[in-house]
């Protein structure tokens, strides 16, 4: 320790406060990305690699990550951002994979919007005569392109690496610089798409600001309910004034219509906007598809929260281990979410309660193996080995002994260990 304050605090110091505050600065002004087509003005507080990136190869690093932490450099400083603003969706019912069915309403590419409903020609290539070519409809073409942009080469499925070829034999490109000039056209489409995003977000911030300035009453203040907080001071108590911009606040529908639902997880509230499966045998099981990628719903008809497993299990070990209580553990997520001012982050504490509870019944059901509807009384119970029980640690004329003294067997155990 005497070390570490002689010689290494002021350069651990240093080293981190580099870290945190860093400035992007490359020629003439932001970087450019590692892939050589943005600006490298988004960086991740989760991922290994803290270097900056744009904004494309944020969203294709954490389209499995959806819950990192990411910012985005304003030209002053790093500022809290989200993975909705760089296009990070959750796609249910397909493993995580988008919804064939459902490309019309991914609006991730922009490559099949058009005002004339009709498919737009792609750098060039009339997207709807390739699809008749392949016999495959104009939503499925454009799927399998989106899906060129993500994988590697040797990655791709030979159908895929047909199309490609067709693509290019129509351009008369390579296959490298074809993928290239498409990146850079996904790229344009989605920074306008997060600037009308973002633009969507502040208008709905401002009407939400404007309604509680009229009526402040409406921001609610969640009490401690355990007794817990019996020690602070009244004054300490947070007003019922409007909230202030810490985190970016999602509008209610991202550009295609899909809407927002509230993840939470370990480190704390995450928003995200959700494209259903549009399959017919999918329609009616919006909530096991959600279970299918480890998030627990919290309703079943109109869903807008979800818990990760990892979030559920982690707070039935904090229970076990740490004996925190629902109430400080939801406080703890949002601290984790925005520790400036927890009350920005959503209130989820009523939410937290019911679904730990169903949650520790699964988990209890599951271990004992109890499928059925119905559990008979004891079905559940923990195996005692020192509790006298038939045919395991009883002798077989253990009924008389037990008609003569009721209490023979009480320390079966110590009783057997003394043979």
Request: neutral net charge; hydrophobic residues 35%.
């Amino acid at each position: 320790m005497k070390q570490w304050v002689e010689e290494k605090r002021l350069a651990y110091i240093d080293r981190v406060l580099h870290m945190k505050a860093s400035t992007p600065v490359g020629v003439g002004g932001i970087p450019t990305c590692e892939c050589g087509l943005g600006r490298a003005v988004w960086r991740c507080n989760d991922c290994a690699d803290k270097r900056g990136i744009c904004l494309f190869c944020c969203r294709n690093r954490h389209k499995l990550q959806m819950f990192h932490r990411v910012e985005k450099w304003n030209g002053r400083f790093y500022q809290k951002g989200a993975l909705w603003q760089v296009g990070v969706k959750i796609f249910v019912g397909h493993n995580g994979h988008a919804c064939p069915k459902s490309v019309s309403a991914l609006s991730e590419t922009d490559l099949n919007r058009s005002t004339s409903g009709h498919a737009p020609p792609l750098l060039n290539v009339d997207i709807q005569d390739v699809a008749r070519q392949f016999s495959k409809s104009t939503e499925e073409v454009l799927s399998m392109i989106a899906n060129m942009l993500d994988s590697p080469f040797g990655g791709l499925s030979e159908k895929e690496k047909m199309l490609l070829e067709e693509l290019c034999r129509r351009t008369g490109e390579t296959s490298f610089r074809f993928l290239q000039r498409l990146k850079e056209l996904v790229l344009r489409n989605m920074e306008r798409e997060a600037e009308a995003l973002q633009a969507d977000a502040d208008h709905a911030s401002a009407e939400a600001e404007i309604i509680l300035e009229e009526d402040p009453a409406k921001i609610l203040i969640v009490t401690d309910m355990t007794g817990d907080n019996d020690w602070e001071d009244e004054d300490d108590n947070p007003k019922r004034e409007h909230l202030p911009r810490f985190l970016p606040r999602p509008p209610p529908t991202d550009g295609a219509g899909n809407t927002f639902v509230t993840v939470v997880h370990t480190n704390g509230f995450h928003s995200l906007p959700v494209v259903w499966c549009n399959c017919v045998e999918g329609g009616d099981s919006r909530d096991l598809q959600l279970l299918d990628l480890h998030l627990y719903p919290t309703s079943y008809d109109n869903i807008k929260t979800v818990f990760t497993f990892s979030c559920l299990d982690d707070h039935r070990y904090d229970y076990l281990e740490c004996k925190s209580s629902h109430y400080q553990y939801h406080n703890k997520l949002r601290r984790l979410t925005c520790p400036e001012y927890p009350d920005a982050a959503p209130n989820r504490y009523a939410e937290l309660c019911r679904v730990a509870r169903q949650w520790r019944n699964i988990k209890y059901r599951k271990w004992f193996w109890q499928f059925k509807p119905k559990v008979n009384h004891g079905d559940m119970a923990l195996f005692c080995a020192a509790c006298p029980q038939p045919n395991i640690n009883l002798p077989e004329n253990w009924k008389e002994d037990y008609s003569r003294n009721p209490y023979v067997y009480i320390y079966s155990i110590s009783h057997s260990n003394t043979h």
